[in-house]
């Protein structure tokens, strides 16, 4: 059965130092995979997403991931935090088939400190 | 921009009553889907719709139900509200095709039942 994994609930950075938010998947396929982010009050906002092109995706303000099926991981990494970055991150994968079913992890949340 | 509304973004109920979340998308999207979030178990999925008239339960339909008229409405109904219902809801939609395609969603409805 496919799942999704974000190995931290919390992070927290200081300004300016980088970003890791990590992300396992478990699938018997190759998936589609997506990084979610939702700040205080608001809906979900697409990142960016994975689609069997190129292994590492970049996204939205800065933000890339790199897909590697050997360790079945799908970490979103930033080079330098910004204050706005503080929200919070689902790493959700989909399955092929019917409605295209979309399965979330628990989210991570990321605290950005001066 | 693909717009995707709740007509409530705060509700407070009282066990028993029968409740409606209301939302609308502007995309022509076929596909509608309803989750509910908690804290530490990311988006669950309620139930979805891939068509006007069509509705799928997801992964906890118990409680809940749901309608879709008109192809651009999709209504959750709490038939008798319950404190455990007490949760953010989120609707969401995208178009039919491949597991690549985002789900888009709106900005949530945040409900509490007393």
């Known amino acids: 059965a496919q799942s999704v994994t974000q190995l931290d609930s919390h992070v927290s950075v200081s300004e300016g130092t980088p970003v890791l938010l990590r992300c396992n998947y478990s699938s018997s396929y190759s998936p589609s995979l997506f990084w979610y982010v939702q700040h205080p009050n608001k809906g979900l906002q697409l990142l960016l997403k994975?689609?069997?092109?190129?292994?590492l995706v970049k996204g939205i303000n800065g933000f890339e991931a790199e897909f590697k099926k050997s360790e079945t991981s799908f970490h979103l990494t930033k080079p330098s935090a910004h204050m706005s970055d503080a929200a919070e991150y689902f790493c959700?994968?989909?399955?092929?088939?019917?409605?295209?079913?979309?399965?979330f992890g628990a989210g991570t949340r990321l605290a950005v400190h001066p | 921009d693909v717009k995707v509304t709740q007509s409530s973004r705060y509700l407070v109920k009282r066990t028993g009553e029968k409740v409606f979340l209301e939302c609308v998308q502007d995309?022509?999207?076929?596909?509608m889907f309803w989750y509910r979030q908690d804290p530490g178990l990311g988006l669950r999925l309620i139930y979805f719709s891939y068509d006007v008239k069509m509705k799928e339960k997801g992964d906890i339909p118990e409680g809940y139900s749901v309608s879709r008229e008109k192809k651009e409405r999709f209504s959750l109904i709490l038939e008798s509200a319950s404190t455990n219902q007490t949760s953010m809801y989120l609707c969401?939609?995208?178009?039919?095709?491949?597991?690549?395609?985002?789900?888009?969603f709106g900005p949530g409805t945040r409900l509490t039942v007393t």
């Open positions: 959700v994968v989909s399955l092929s088939g019917g409605y295209n079913k979309l399965i």
């Open positions: 995309m022509d999207h076929e596909n």
């Open positions: 994975y689609t069997s092109a190129a292994t």
């Open positions: 969401a939609s995208r178009r039919t095709g491949g597991e690549s395609y985002e789900q888009y």
